[in-house]
């Protein structure tokens, strides 16, 4: 098996083991010594101590059973590596390695009992690719079962790898950073506990996060935890992707900054009973108007699914809309922003009821047409009560001003009356004329007209107020 391995490795061929049979964890875990490579070996070829030139090609391996922690650490090494379909059952070590390529497609990989190191513990790895596409690992620790800890890479594709930890996170890939592309898609499928989430991309840097399709879950934290990541162009979670989590909330994608984002959270749930949010997005910012859904859904996911009440997510969504020309969109957004704040804001009852009042009066600043309405409510409510209560022996009669003077007031003349109590400003100087009785109604038309007088001020100045912006900036 080594001479074949060595031959292999020089000529640039790969080494199939598994030929035709199945390679499914079943039936690695069947293989017996014709499949069975040592660790040692592989650390020896990588570390250039057998006395072969290799091939550009590197090493390429499929179907074996490696015996022994593959031990990688520390190691510059101009190899590259393919270990396809390959059962590792004691993993594999990267940490602080640099190699020109990696290739573990198909793998599955375990840890020794007892052990807390990761089933692949890559950590501060450095490496233009690496694919792990139906790779499998289990793993029972804190560590993670897959761990890119600090690493550099230029690509990173995962596409229908299987990760599982009972102890702690699936993709420990914290301070990670890639040029171009992780791809967590195509059946990607995570499970892991904690607060440190499934996925864990916190204060990571990646060109751009695919994970359409991908499943994570987690009984008792975040099924993603990205908090603080950074993506130069788009993040992708769309398409089937689904995550069930708990805690705080399912999604932590605070402080996350992003070119695009297209985030569906029609799949995001909470495990169980669990309480908390869905989304954890304060901080976030984009440069994009975000997608697939339109701006209805993402208001209703400001509002009814996130921890609590924050101004910053309004405003980057305003932000976005305003810069994409959408004016009446950012005053939907900003109402319901005020909206938010009411319900979730913490304001004390005095300022909770002065923004209550200027939501209905002004639609909080950005519908200052609402005290225009106010303004001809006030109006016609005067006209009618002066019309009314101001008829033949009710409460208006000519004044001595007037050509005849004590007799009862005209329609139009009544009109005119109704309109200096309902302006605020403009008077039709009717009100010289005609003048309240000492009757009833003309008493009850005295303490109406100065109530009336009163809210047409009121009104006339909440729509200066409001049309100025002295409302909204406050």
Known sequence: MEQSLLDAVRDGEMLDLA???????????SWDGTHTVPAALIRDLVRGRRDIEADPHGLRLRGARITGRVDLANITSDLRIELVDCFVPDGLNLCDSRLPGLVLDGSCFGHPAGSHAPPVDAARFTAPVVTMRGAVANADTPSGAVRFLGAHLGLLDCDGARLANTSGPALHAEFLRVDHSVFLRDGFRATGVGEQGTVRFAYAHLGRLACDGARLANTSGPALHADGLRVDRAVFLRDGFRATGAGHSVLALNGVSVGSLWLDTSGVTRS?????ALVGIDGLTYADLPAPVGLSRWLELLRDHTPGYSAQPYQQLAAVHRAAGHDSAVRDILMAQRRDQIDRGGLRRRDRAWVRFTGLALGFGYQPWRALLLLF???????????VLGG??????????????TTPCSVVERVGVGLD????????GMAD???PTGTRAGQTLTVAGWLLQLAAWASATLFIAGFTGAVRKT
């Not at 030929?19 to 875990?29: F, H, S, T």
């Not at 409510?377 to 019309?387: E, F, M, N």
């Not at 109590?421 to 039709?428: D, F, H, I, S």
Request: glycine share 16%; aromatic share 0%.
């Open 19 to 29: 030929g035709d049979g199945p390679v499914d964890e079943a039936a690695m875990r």
């Open 272 to 276: 169980g009973q669990a309480t908390g």
């Open 377 to 387: 409510a006030v109006l016609a409510s005067s006209v009618t009560l002066a019309v």
């Open 392 to 405: 033949p022996g009710g409460g208006l009669e000519h004044t001595a001003r007037a050509s005849t003077p």
């Open 421 to 428: 109590l309902g302006l605020p400003v403009v008077k039709t």
């Open 433 to 435: 004329l005609c003048a």
